[in-house]
């Protein structure tokens, strides 16, 4: 499949173009406001937040509009939109950063990679995240479902199955449900019935009340 030009175009359509715009800000906010009453839940704090393909930043107005003294960077594999706002231009499977974020959110991103750049972009993910993932990537689950519109959905895509992507993140990370991995080095406390993975790997570092 030849390699979706993230360009202006691209942007224009999907997520600003009435009729064709695939997210909305809002939907944006009420996603962010979840993961961090979860994580609260979960006792785990954030205060630094790495979004690993931003796009046009809906994460980082959501984030502002939440608590604005959580530091937030953004990646973004367009030319066009780091110009225009400021991001580093970078792909999470090229992504060199070291620093550790408290939660990293990577959104509509996974279904543009191929196989391998995707095991890469998980290893990065695991490596730099010290807390909690927020991943949401379109599947061949959702589509075969009617959850996903196929008329907004751009075609360029790989549709996998969602268990393709579950069996790659539990390996390094704690499936919590609602899109949300725990980190095995954070110090968060879940419940049994909180997790959605059946394995008891991570027992010995996060704490189970």
Partial sequence: MQRREFDREFFHHYYARP?????????????ARFVLAYLAHLQ????SVLDAGCGTGLWRRALRRINRD?????????EYLCRRYGWEQTGIHEYRGRRLFDLVVCQDVMQYLTVQEVDRGIATLARVCRG?????????????????DATKTD???????????????EKQFVN??????????AKAVILALERADASRRYSRTLRIR
Avoid: C, N
């Fill in 19 to 31: 009729g064709t715009a695939v997210i909305s800000a809002d939907d944006v906010l009420t996603r």
């Fill in 44 to 47: 785990v704090d954030v205060r």
């Fill in 70 to 78: 959580i530091r937030y960077t953004g990646i973004d594999p367009s």
């Fill in 132 to 148: 909690a993932l927020y991943f949401d990537v379109a599947t061949r689950d959702d589509l075969e479902s009617g959850l996903l």
């Fill in 155 to 169: 075609g360029r895509i790989f549709l996998r199955q969602a268990a393709w992507y579950r069996r790659k993140l």
């Fill in 176 to 185: 919590a449900g609602g899109g949300v991995f725990i980190a095995p080095r």
